[in-house]
């Protein structure tokens, strides 16, 4: 999933659920963040302080850096929540131990990841974590079937879009900024060699996946239930109880939801987020006309806010000022230090699976 979802799909489910407008911007600007943290290491300051920063995403991949592509501890925390085959803990999947690496749409370690999240609710930085879970947990609908690892299970042959349209392939797509790029050496690493398809809102397509077996995905229909099954987690985690009974999206909202879907089509993800940030200030939605905003980097940004900077890289030496404790930059980083920790060291440990 891409921009329009983790950030504006999010932020209306946020408001259709019950946060306030101040809320959902947290929670939505955290969600979509998760993509545009790439950089790592420690922030220093003039006064002797620092502060140490995680990715939760990489940059462009660089083919001539697998290394850092390989990186668990970013892509299967952040990006490709292993599923352990749709089973819960205690139980293994049949085959290989690829199988419990594989995404699954709400897996019983998403739940747990999720009910997690609601429990630990009194920190400071906790809308800021739930803003993580959020994408980590729709990304199990919109990952599903590919590992965060490189292994033939994420291969990609026969990959055909719409009407069994066939789609162009990954050299053709990008093969001309690789020299070094051939059907041999392509990573099969998540769903590279899928392209966009799993994150296009309104697509249809098919593949055949590295152990052979054809795979249909309808994504307007798997994001509608991934929106629905998010509104749940939120109303959950409004009460306080992560087993509370809780209704979703209303049937009204749905089918806003669905329309945006369906008819934001351009297959640039900026270009849709664009469309669905104009929905929301006209109120589409029925939620309140807001003028809703993203800013990664630069002026207006979280990062910015926290330290001043301008730049989206640099080794800089920052001022420091008590504000840069409660801001949003920090709490985030906070969180998302937290949340790898709980997925990594907690809750995988118990479904088996070990991952550094």
């Known amino acids: 999933m891409q921009i329009d979802f983790h950030h504006a799909t999010t932020w209306v489910v946020a408001r259709a659920a019950g946060f306030t407008v101040e809320d959902a911007n947290i929670i ?16 220093h300051f003039t006064n002797g302080a620092a502060y140490e920063r995680v990715p939760s995403a990489h940059g462009m ?25 749709g089973l819960p803990a205690g139980e293994n999947p049949e085959g290989s131990f690829i199988r419990k690496l594989v995404c699954k749409p709400g897996s019983y370690i998403a ?9 630990d609710q009194y920190r400071p930085y906790s809308l800021h974590r739930l803003g993580i879970t959020s994408h980590v947990f729709v990304d199990t609908w919109g990952h599903q079937g590919f590992a965060g690892v490189q292994h033939n299970i994420n291969e990609v042959d026969d990959l055909r879009g719409a009407n069994e349209k066939p789609a162009a392939g990954l050299i053709e797509k990008v093969g001309h900024y690789f020299s070094e790029l051939t059907q041999e050496n392509i990573p099969s690493l998540g769903h590279g060699q899928a392209l966009s398809n799993p994150d296009l809102p309104y697509e249809s397509w098919s593949y055949v996946n590295g152990l052979g077996d054809t795979v249909v ?30 209704d979703g999206l ?13 008819e934001f089509n ?18 589409f939605f029925r939620l309140g006309a807001e003028k809703v905003n993203y800013i990664a980097k630069g002026d207006g940004s979280w990062k910015h806010q926290a330290l001043g900077t301008m730049r989206a890289k640099g080794d800089d030496e920052y001022t420091f000022s008590s504000d840069f404790i409660t801001s949003n930059w920090k709490y985030f980083h906070d969180a998302a230090k937290k949340h790898r920790l709980a997925i990594i060291d907690d809750i995988l440990p118990r479904y088996g699976i070990c991952v550094a």
């Open 61 to 85: 991949l660089d083919y001539k850096n697998l290394e850092e592509l390989k990186n668990m501890k970013v892509w299967v925390p952040f990006h490709f929540l292993p599923g352990n085959g």
């Open 28 to 43: 939505a600007y955290s969600s979509q963040y998760v993509d545009d943290a790439t950089n790592y290491g420690y922030i």
């Open 266 to 283: 351009q297959p640039n993800g900026k270009e849709r987020h664009i469309r669905w940030l104009q929905a929301i200030e006209n109120d």
């Open 250 to 262: 209303s049937d009204a909202i749905k089918g806003r939801i669905s329309v945006c879907f369906h």
């Open 111 to 119: 739940q747990d990841m999720v009910n997690e999240c609601i429990r």
């Open 217 to 246: 995905r309808d994504n307007p229909v798997d994001f509608l239930t991934a929106a629905d099954e998010l509104c749940k987690v939120y109303q959950r985690y409004l009460t306080g109880d992560p087993t509370a009974e809780v």
